[in-house]
């Protein structure tokens, strides 16, 4: 719904959590290797207490990634509390593509090390000291970049162009990170490192997201933690990021003397010989008639949701729900997220998984029109208090629903890219699938809040001649005593179109997905040249 709670197919990679994302909490899938590696941990010999070190670290760090996931996922509701235009959310939201381009950069950081420092080791410590630098640096300016709030807006460009840098040197942190995960583990306990992903990345995007919001803001620490009433939170995004900072930089420290890479492991079979080799086999991927139809289908699949994730969020903190408030509704959905794979997996596990995607594609559609009613119902429940209890169960009921909906398309699609990939090279191309999937979330959201703005039709009302068509005109008409007055609100008619896109994708390419079904493993195999 919000960039705090439907992150889900944005920015982090799965964000079913693995996010695939909520919160957001996977990462990569594991390749076909370390796949290989879970399976025999079945019969090990050794517990995982002996690699307890081993293990806390991993968790350690995949906590640390969540947080610059967490607070960027932050800012667009601090900046919709600023009264941000969503042509600036739009351009915000190019932040949280880093995460589903990082394939562009990977094979960079798998081919590129020094030896003798560790191939990990070699892109995690001075990616996460850079990170830490960064974080303390951005605590001087920060402030100054979100606005004084005393007719000093905020500066949009300069905090998107700061928090993709932010978000790209965590991205990069991913990569190493989940590739030390396979090696740092011994065979029989490499499948901990899913799970210390899936746990650390979803409780730093909570401590970066709805800790943040809940302590940053006022009326929450006035309310439930203090005795004498303050005007500001407890802390500030500035107080927050050099806090984390400090935390990089010690964790980092730790790491780069106290932790040694496994030199002796051999690298994967399915591991390219190069730079170059990487890039030739992911074209020659994409090239095949199958995948590319997949790939082409996937990127428009998600259109008709794209009102419903995107603005949704945004558009109740506009009408006057607390973000904070929003932010913690994503708490309750967390036991909720952890159960939804596990039960819907035993009905993509069969031969044909995008038939669950197809059956849940409508109620997610629906469920659009659904979120619509919430902002219109907003301001018609609104007290002097702040909204009634009943008003936030329906939210949260909402939320529920549309979190089934969107784990049952996610794991589908997940079922379907592991039943189709080459076992050769089975985590490139499971790689390059899941990063077309999370574009397909990506550019409709950000083209969704871009349009919201030119889609608003408002009126200058009491002062005539005057309109509101620019904010230059809606500026004159304030200072000619009138006021602009919504007529058209542009979400409520991106909700409309969306729906009706949706379902004309669902009638006349949904077929088209299912019947990706039918086509032989042959299909889907790529031939390449040793």
């Known amino acids: 719904m919000a960039p705090a ?10 964000r079913a959590g693995s996010r695939q994302h909520c ?28 690699e307890l070190g081993s293990i806390l670290l991993l968790l350690v760090l995949y906590v640390l990634q969540g947080i610059p996931l967490g607070l960027a996922g932050s800012v667009p509701l601090i900046l919709q509390s600023k009264s941000a235009s969503y ?32 191939r990990r080791k070699s892109w995690l410590v001075p990616t996460q000291y850079v990170l830490g630098l960064f974080m303390i640096y951005m605590s001087t300016q920060v402030d100054a970049l979100l606005g004084d709030g005393q007719g000093r807006g905020p500066d949009v460009r300069a905090l998107t162009v700061t928090f993709f ?27 901990y490192a899913s799970t210390c992903n899936s746990v650390g990345q979803t409780a730093g995007y909570f401590l970066g997201n709805v800790l943040f919001l809940a302590l940053e803001s006022a009326s929450f620490c006035n309310k439930y933690l203090r005795v004498q009433p303050q005007p500001r939170g407890i802390v500030t ?3 927050f990021l050099f806090f984390w900072g400090a935390v990089f930089l010690v964790t980092t420290t730790l790491v780069a003397f106290l932790k040694k ?9 399915e591991e390219t010989k190069g730079i170059t080799d990487t890039y030739k086999l992911l074209f020659s991927i994409i090239r095949m008639p199958a995948v590319l139809t997949f790939c082409l289908l996937i990127l428009t699949s998600k259109v008709g949701f794209s009102a419903a994730d995107a603005v949704t969020g945004l558009k109740l903190v506009e009408e006057g729900v607390p973000k904070e408030h929003l932010a913690l509704l994503a708490v309750p959905m967390v036991p909720l997220q952890i159960i939804l794979p596990l039960v819907i997996s035993k009905y993509t596990a069969g031969p044909q998984p995008l038939n669950t995607f197809y059956k849940a594609m409508p109620f997610r559609l629906l469920l659009g029109l659904e979120f619509a ?61 899941n990063t077309v999937s999370n574009l397909g979330g990506n550019w409709p959201s950000t083209v969704a809040l871009w349009l919201v703005d030119p889609l608003t039709v408002k009126e200058c009302a009491g002062a005539q001649g005057h309109s509101c068509g620019t904010a230059a005109a809606a500026e004159l008409c304030t200072e000619a005593g009138g006021s602009c007055v919504t007529t058209l609100d542009g979400y409520y ?31 889907w195999k790529c031939k390449r040249s040793n």
């Not at 709670?5 to 982090?12: K, M």
């Not at 790209?168 to 190493?176: E, N, R, S, Y």
């Not at 009706?500 to 493993?521: C, M």
């Open 5 to 14: 709670i439907a992150a889900e197919e944005g920015g982090r990679q799965r």
């Open 87 to 118: 042509t600036d959310q739009a351009f915000f939201s190019f932040v949280f593509w880093p995460f589903s381009l990082k394939l562009l950069w990977a094979p960079l950081v798998d081919a590129v090390y020094l030896r003798g420092f560790g």
């Open 261 to 269: 890479e496994n030199k002796e492991l051999i690298p994967a079979k």
């Open 237 to 239: 995004l500035s107080d």
């Open 493 to 523: 008619v991106e909700s409309v179109v969306c729906l009706i896109l949706g379902f004309g994708w669902w009638f006349l390419l949904g077929p088209k997905l299912k019947k990706l079904q039918d086509e032989g493993q042959s299909s």
């Open 165 to 191: 840098l932010f978000e790209f040197l965590a991205a990069t942190q991913d990569i190493a990170v989940d590739g030390w995960a396979l090696t740092m583990l011994s065979r029989e306990n490499v499948g």
């Open 373 to 433: 009613f919430l902002v219109w119902w907003a301001p018609k429940v609104k007290h002097e208090g702040g909204f009634p209890v009943y008003y936030y169960a329906v939210v949260v009921l909402s939320y529920a629903l549309h979190q089934i909906t969107l784990y049952s398309m996610y794991v589908a699609i997940m079922a379907f890219n592991a039943k189709v990939s080459d076992p050769l090279i089975g985590g490139t191309y499971m790689t390059l699938l």
């Open 23 to 50: 919160l957001a909490a996977a990462g990569e899938p594991l390749p076909a290797d370390a796949e290989a590696l879970v399976v025999g941990a079945a019969g090990a010999a050794r517990g995982f207490r002996a």
